[in-house]
């Protein structure tokens, strides 16, 4: 069965750390471009992250840009978001999402872009 389930998410203080994991079923994360997406009440859903499967590169919203990373773990098939110095404005439901193929920069943003998601985490962080 090919699915992306996350994990990870919870209750935090403002200024505090957590690690999303996303576990990939069915699909090799060395293989694919993989992002990671939040969504908050009443708002569109966001690019927070993604990576670039043929060169590795990383891309970041300038929101999170310097208090986020995006890895990846070949050996546990799972794609990690790590997040630090977390303010109430992350709060959100985070989704990780996968592409086979070349993803140009250009588009590697845009949530239609990816054909497979994960049910989400959420992600709440206390003032």
């Known amino acids: 069965q090919v699915q992306l389930v996350e994990y990870g998410g919870g209750l935090v203080q403002h200024g505090g750390s957590l690690r999303l994991s996303c576990a990939a079923s069915?699909?090799?994360?060395?293989?694919?471009?993989f992002a990671w997406f939040r969504q908050s009440p009443e708002k569109e859903r966001e690019f927070v992250a993604g990576?670039?499967?043929?060169?590795?590169?990383?891309y970041y919203a300038a929101s999170v840009k310097d208090r986020f990373t995006i890895s990846r773990n070949d050996g546990n098939n799972t794609v990690y978001l790590y997040m630090r110095s977390l303010k109430p404005e992350d709060t959100a439901v985070y989704y990780c999402?996968?592409?086979?193929?070349?993803?140009?920069?250009?588009?590697?943003?845009?949530?239609?872009?990816?054909?497979?998601w994960g049910q989400g985490t959420q992600v709440t962080v206390s003032s």
């Open positions: 069915g699909v090799t994360v060395s293989g694919n471009n």
């Open positions: 999402a996968a592409r086979r193929g070349v993803v140009s920069p250009q588009i590697i943003r845009a949530t239609s872009t990816y054909d497979l």
């Open positions: 990576r670039r499967w043929n060169d590795q590169s990383t």
